[in-house]
């Protein structure tokens, strides 16, 4: 089967940071599907994990965290796919990604793929979804419902509004939540797109936090959802959380944080990170799969949108080269995705 993956972690210029491959074509046993990959996104972790781990002594590693494809096999343990069915996922970041022709995934991490999508509007979403469906409703404890919500004084405050998490986060947050939700942007385009998504106010992140939100009336806010450069930033989420606030974030910050600032305010921390169920193999492991499918029924009616940014063409390594490329410049708006081999 064709693939594009890597012999040795390197900058993403190099000539041979990912090449094109023929691989053996993978069976499936157990509950895992095997997946005839139609579409693909690429994500910020794709780019960590190509920069940072290499594979074993003359073999491949192929990455990948978003695809849509169609079930062409099925494990003899598996109930909730036929063959032929139109799914779309994650997958686990334990395993060969999906930058492959054929992929195996576990049922229990895949959803039905929304009907009224294209393959790539859908290859868009998956790993940002999970991550703002588990950020909001699994981490912070929010409630996802459409209507005849009670008045909240809730204010959760994003920041990196603009980029593939932010921009599915925004829109559940503005329609499944009853908050006030102000993302952050720097750019007027990202400021645009996140207004777009339906965002009540819009702030720019390299500007004092505090002094823009008192501009808005906003005293401070409750929830704090850091996407990207936690560790510069956080002393302003100190100064704007409330007393007993929620920060919750899914990056790395490389200084690391002093938690010990959190404490007179009673603020919480809440990490994110969507692997954890697959990695783990946790008793709610299926939750992934029923919360694709409510996402896949929300697009359907036409509540949320994709989150699709630009379409780079075919999945081969020249075009995931300049993917990579992109998401390290940190300009992208929405998802970059690539679709068919």
């Given amino acids: 089967m064709k693939a594009i993956g890597y012999t040795q972690s390197q900058a993403i210029e190099n000539t041979d940071a990912l090449i094109d491959l023929e691989l053996e074509k993978p069976h499936a046993t157990g509950r895992d599907l095997l997946i005839k990959v139609q579409a693909i996104s690429v994500n910020p972790v794709d780019v960590k994990v190509r920069a940072s781990a290499s594979p074993?002594?003359?073999?491949?590693?192929?990455?990948?965290?978003?695809?849509?494809g169609e079930v062409v096999e099925l494990g003899d343990e598996v109930t909730q796919f036929e063959l032929g069915d139109q799914v779309y996922y994650a997958g686990d970041i334990t395993r060969p990604g999906s930058n492959a022709e054929f992929q195996l995934v576990d049922e229990r991490i895949v959803g039905n793929k929304?009907?009224?999508?294209?393959n790539s509007e859908a290859a868009a979403l998956p790993l940002t979804a999970i991550t703002a469906w588990e950020l909001l409703f699994t981490r912070l404890d929010f409630t996802p419902a459409e209507e005849n919500q009670p008045e909240t004084n809730k204010r959760i405050l994003i920041i990196g509004a603009a980029g593939g998490v932010g921009s599915i986060l925004t829109q559940l947050a503005v329609t499944l939540t009853n908050a006030t939700v102000i993302g952050t942007a720097s750019r007027p385009e990202s400021a645009s797109w996140v207004k777009e998504l339906g965002a009540h106010h819009v702030i720019n992140h390299h500007l004092p936090m505090q002094q823009q939100l008192n501009n808005l009336g906003i005293k401070d806010v409750s929830h704090v959802i850091s996407l990207n450069h936690t560790g510069e930033h956080f002393d302003q989420f100190v100064e704007v959380l409330a007393p007993q606030g929620k920060l919750a974030l899914i990056d790395d910050p490389q200084q690391g944080l002093d938690i010990m600032k959190l404490k007179m305010k009673s603020i919480s921390l809440h990490w994110e990170f969507m692997f954890t169920r697959s990695m783990f193999q946790t008793e709610d492991m299926k939750e992934q799969h029923e919360l694709l499918n409510r996402l896949a029924d929300l697009i359907d009616r036409g509540v949320i949108k994709t989150t699709l940014g630009e379409n780079y063409g075919t999945i081969n390594a020249k075009n995931l080269k300049r993917a990579h490329a992109h998401i390290e410049s940190n300009q992208a708006i929405g998802k970059i995705v690539l679709e068919n081999f």
């Fill in 56 to 68: 074993a002594e003359n073999q491949y590693k192929v990455i990948g965290w978003d695809a849509v």
């Fill in 114 to 118: 929304p009907k009224s999508l294209s």
